[in-house]
């Protein structure tokens, strides 16, 4: 299984920036392709963002299109959400997770592995 930890939340005044870090260990060589998901305090986990293992390829939620970026660096085993124009909605546990059947998936339950989740808070 691979092992993912997630960086980069903190808080940030709306219309603010973050980028999110995820790295990646174990299962180098297998390719595989990412996402991003948010979780708020009492609501399901949603599909953010997410990148085919070229990276050629990237899948957003409306609520984020224009204003959020995912991309990745394999040789650095890392994926980033880089996240401009914040608004307080925004604010919520962010994961990255991994290994899903098919790239782009957004079903969580799709994905195998995950991180433990970086908290982003934007205040007005």
């Known amino acids: 299984q691979r092992q993912l930890v997630e960086s980069g939340g903190g808080l940030v005044l709306a219309g603010g920036s973050l980028r999110l870090s995820c790295i990646t260990s174990?299962?180098?060589?297998?390719?595989?392709?990412m996402g991003w998901f948010r979780q708020a305090p009492d609501q399901e986990r949603e599909f953010v963002a997410a990148?085919?293992?070229?990276?050629?390829?990237?899948w957003y939620a409306d609520s984020v299109k224009g204003r959020f970026t995912v991309d990745r660096d394999n040789a650095e085993n890392t994926v980033w959400l880089q996240m401009n124009n914040l608004k307080t909605e925004d604010t919520a546990v962010y994961y990255c997770?991994?290994?899903?059947?098919?790239?782009?998936?957004?079903?969580?339950?799709?994905?195998?592995?995950w991180g433990q989740g970086t908290q982003v808070t934007v205040s007005s």
């Open positions: 997770a991994a290994d899903p059947p098919v790239a782009g998936a957004s079903n969580p339950k799709e994905y195998h592995s």
């Open positions: 174990g299962r180098a060589f297998t390719p595989w392709a």
């Open positions: 990148i085919s293992w070229s990276g050629g390829e990237t």
